[in-house]
């Protein structure tokens, strides 16, 4: 009897998670990425190609729900805009913006962005040159007047409560980094791995550090793939089985060999 019982659940798991995917899903969706480098996640090469973490697993998304994926490469706001016509069926990477869900949506949990589908978080940092003498407690910044930021990113609407001027004129963030390098801004606030691959590689910009701020983290969001109202309502069940198997290749030893090969190339 204990031995049929035994059977009789394995039995149970084993046709469980044969049907577990058992619903409509498309044999393939187009995801829309932006056409600049943000390193590590996305990375342009030659002849227009593009590679990435981010890029990597979403490839090996591909495996997992057994679906092509198809990239299509457009400045930002146009990954948005066609998303939201159903141009494209999601984009990535997104951190939330309430704005941004008239265009597609996030994967939810109890009314939130649900952090645990995330495809990555990246951190922002305080950059300064090492002859200024700056400081963030959390709640002011100390000898900084001016900061230099990027044109349109999120972090700009996290800024503004300070009493600072933002100076957002360029989405090039090798740009934001000269102007600091050329004393016209006190600092600049990038992405942190973006901006160190940035300063490791142009040697006018060896006199810029970053701030410690590792007792009072500066800023660090998540990023999602976000999907489009059109693929969630033909599809709603692969909407979520999508984002689940994000969370599932994120943490994957497969995953975890590809993040390895990628750093080993810089």
């Not at 951190?95 to 952090?115: I, L």
Request: aromatic letters at 14%; proline letters at 4%; hydrophobic letters at 35%.
């Amino acid at each position: 009897m204990k031995k049929f019982l035994i059977f009789f659940v394995l039995l149970f798991f084993i046709t469980a998670g044969s049907f577990a995917d058992n619903f409509p899903k498309p044999e393939a969706i187009t995801l829309g990425h932006e056409d600049k480098n943000a390193f590590p996640w996305v990375m342009g090469g030659k002849g227009g190609k593009f590679s990435g973490l981010d890029i990597e697993l979403m490839r090996l998304m591909q495996k997992e729900c057994n679906i092509k994926i198809k990239f299509k490469v457009m400045p930002w706001n146009r990954c948005l805009y066609e998303m939201g016509n159903g141009t494209v069926d999601g984009v990535f990477a997104s951190s939330y913006k309430q704005d941004r869900k008239k265009y597609g949506a996030y994967p939810v949990k109890d009314g939130a962005p649900d952090s645990e589908k995330r495809i990555h978080t990246s951190g922002y940092s305080l950059y300064h040159l090492k002859s200024r003498k700056v400081g963030f407690d959390g709640v002011k910044f100390t000898n900084i007047k001016t900061l230099g930021v990027q044109k349109k990113y999120s972090i700009i609407g996290s800024l503004k409560k300070f009493d600072i001027q933002l100076n957002d004129y360029t989405l090039d963030p090798v740009t934001v980094l000269k102007m600091l390098a050329l004393k016209r801004v006190d600092a600049v606030a990038i992405q942190t791995e973006r901006a160190n691959l940035i300063i490791s590689k142009h040697k006018e910009m060896e006199p810029i550090t970053k701030l410690d701020t590792s007792k009072k983290p500066f800023h660090k969001k998540d990023y999602f793939v976000m999907l489009s109202h059109d693929i969630i309502k033909q599809y709603p069940e692969f909407a979520q089985y999508f984002w689940r198997n994000i969370t599932k290749v994120r943490n994957s030893d497969s995953f975890k060999q590809k993040s390895k090969e990628f750093y080993e190339k810089y």
